[in-house]
């Protein structure tokens, strides 16, 4: 036992070894080891891990404020994760969503309101920020323009052009901006970031969105609001349906349970492929099908609702400094987050969650914590050569750690199915085990390739509909019977895979605890008993994108938009006929939409001035 302690403090022995090696790694005063962008949770929580290592860093943040993002949202304050005091403190970052990891003090010192408010992490942050040192590292007021081209760790100050550097690395934890809706806005509609209550009191309110910013709009301005109408591009997603923490939640539901109710409020979901005119899309680029789509909602809006004011709350989207190239939502990067661009970049925070998107915790302070500590903890083994934290075992000794982590393990619990991290468990050529907890094995390739290693990992089941769950829990190692609709247990070797019984309590504790050692035994033995196929998991989750029927009900038919209006407007837009047609389309218009005349000439105007100053389309011949 002597022994095993010993191995058991290996982690902490290195890093008491790296934190030693770091400093004296400090011979230029002036250039920190390493450069962090953003002072947002993400960039503290690195910071917490450069504090542990004593790595020199700086912080660069553009504006005057520690998480400048959450002064100002949610724009009405409350928060959507979790801060829940549990009596069994061994779980309670399972159910605390914000407090970072190697953190000197816990959001509940903060609140203890099961959803706390903006206002409230921002906080929290703060007095982080000095219970651990970070301020005084910290440089407000500087914006970073973009990053160097050259693959060197630099990047360029906007305000004076000059370059900052860091001897290894950079990591961006620039988070996210609020959409532009500019054509919407261009008619008068209002962003999520500036409406206010007030601003609905009386009226028929039309809000474009319907993920959690556009409920949450909805749900503090229908107590005074004549009616609301609440559109999207598909059906709303429920969290509580899809597992997705970024889907709808329940507490938001309430515009929701008015339309099922009858009780006047609509939530509705604008298809794009309803208002196209036969043939338009093939003689149409994509950017001009949104426009003229974008153009048939707001007519819908006006004509089948009669809306006095629309908000946009379409939501938010990444942002990151010039210089790095941006995929369809995510930057791209590389296997350890590391910019295409330049790999002496790494991103930090919300900008890792392409890995998981809509299917983990990934790009939630709850799920990043844990991805940035694998990425601390990687970069020290690259950049200072200390191996990647981990434990050396017997078998006996593993499978009890199995048993522990079913029962305690906040890492794989909340970055669920095992995309993002997974326990890994590899043998060794003298008969014990290294075992790695809440690893991403992109980053090690080496483990990777070896058909032999174990992965544990917690994953939901099949079935959304959570009733099964209590109309009666089937014997555990009953597999023609086995129902897991919560999270449950899972052991991966060889490309097959092997569930447990979930316990709804979470505790895996008694027969629960009995089956995960059952079955943790079978995988190091490599029995394969009742393990099977990965790609044939009859309890993998199924794709679930949004609330099934039986939740959503729509009781407006859709106002198609008459052929005339759109071959004017598109004859006014896209031809050298423009001075004319733009009187033949208003004229059309008013003969659809006689009743309202302002609305309709913000329309054609907007329409007009969009386009002149985006990229002008070719002509296209209408017939």
């Not at 290894?168 to 934890?173: C, D, E, L, N, Q």
């Not at 995929?327 to 991103?347: C, I, L, T």
């Not at 039986?550 to 896209?574: C, D």
Request: hydrophobic fraction near 40%.
């Amino acid at each position: 036992m002597k022994l095993l302690h010993q191995l058991l403090l290996l982690p902490i022995l290195l890093s008491s070894v790296v934190t030693a090696a770091a400093k004296g790694n400090n011979d230029d005063n002036n250039t920190p080891d390493y450069l962090i962008v953003g002072a947002g949770g993400a960039g503290l929580q690195m910071a917490l891990y450069m504090e542990k290592f004593g790595f020199s860093y700086k912080i660069l943040e553009k504006t005057d404020l520690i998480g400048s993002h959450f002064s100002k949202f949610p724009r009405y304050e409350e928060l959507i994760s979790l801060n829940k005091a549990v009596r069994n403190e061994t779980q309670k970052l399972r159910f605390d969503w914000h407090t970072l990891l190697e953190a000197p003090v816990e959001m509940l010192n903060v609140t203890r309101d099961f959803f706390p408010k903006g206002k409230d992490w921002h906080r929290y942050m703060n007095i982080l920020a000095q219970e651990a040192g970070i301020y005084p590292h910290i440089e407000f007021g500087v914006e970073v323009e973009r990053v160097a081209d050259d693959n060197r760790p630099c990047v360029v100050i906007a305000s004076t052009g000059e370059e900052k550097c860091a001897k290894h690395r950079i990591f961006v934890g620039t988070g996210l901006q609020e959409k532009k809706n500019n054509f919407f806005e261009a008619l008068g509609a209002i962003p999520y970031s500036k409406s206010t209550t007030s601003m609905a009191e009386g009226k028929r309110v039309c809000i474009l969105g319907n993920g959690n910013s556009g409920f949450e709009l909805a749900q503090n301005v229908y107590k005074v609001a004549d009616r609301v109408f609440l559109y999207g591009r598909h059906g709303p997603r429920l969290s509580s349906v899809t597992r997705y923490t970024g889907d709808v939640r329940v507490k938001y539901l309430q515009v929701l349970e008015n339309l099922n109710m009858k009780m006047l409020d609509t939530v509705d979901f604008f298809i794009p492929g309803l208002v196209r005119i036969k043939g338009l899309e093939n003689i149409l680029s994509d950017e001009q099908m949104k426009l003229v789509e974008n153009i048939s909602l707001v007519a819908s809006w006006l004509h089948s609702y009669s809306c006095e004011i629309f908000f946009t709350a379409t939501g938010f989207d990444s942002a990151i400094p010039g210089g790095l190239t941006m995929g369809e939502r995510f930057p791209m990067s590389g296997d350890w987050y590391q910019a295409v661009d330049n790999n002496k970049v790494h991103y930090i925070g919300w900008l890792m969650h392409g890995r998981d998107f809509r299917k983990s915790a990934g790009g939630f302070l709850s799920g990043f914590r844990y991805l940035i500590r694998n990425l601390a903890y990687h970069i020290r083994e690259e950049d200072a050569g200390i191996r990647y934290p981990h434990f050396v075992m017997t078998k006996e000794e593993v499978v009890a750690k199995t048993v522990a982590r079913a029962q305690v393990a906040d890492d794989i619990f909340i970055l669920q199915d095992g995309h993002a991290i997974r326990d890994v468990i590899v043998p060794n050529s003298d008969g014990t085990y290294s075992y790695y907890e809440g690893i991403c094995l992109d980053f090690h390739p080496e483990l990777k390739a070896r058909k032999d290693i174990i992965s544990y990992y917690f994953e939901w089941g099949t079935d959304r509909n959570t009733a099964f769950a209590f109309e009666g829990l089937v014997r555990y190692e009953d597999t023609n019977r086995l129902l897991n609709v919560y999270l449950h247990p899972a052991f991966e070797v060889g490309g097959m895979v092997r569930q447990v019984q979930e316990d709804v309590e979470l505790e895996w504790l008694g027969m629960y605890a009995d089956a995960v050692e059952s079955v943790a035994r079978k995988a190091l033995d490599g029995n394969m008993e009742g393990f099977v196929l990965v790609e044939n998991n009859p309890w993998k989750p199924a794709a679930v994108n949004q609330t099934k029927g039986s939740y959503y009900e729509t009781v407006s038919p859709k106002v198609p938009v008459p052929n005339k209006v759109m071959q004017t407007l598109w004859k006014a837009v896209y031809t050298d006929q423009a001075d004319r047609e733009m009187g033949h389309f208003r004229e059309a218009i008013e003969e659809w939409f006689p009743t309202i005349v302002e609305p309709q000439t913000k329309i054609a105007e907007a329409v007009v001035d969009v386009m002149q100053k985006g990229s002008q389309p070719n002509h296209v011949t209408m017939q």
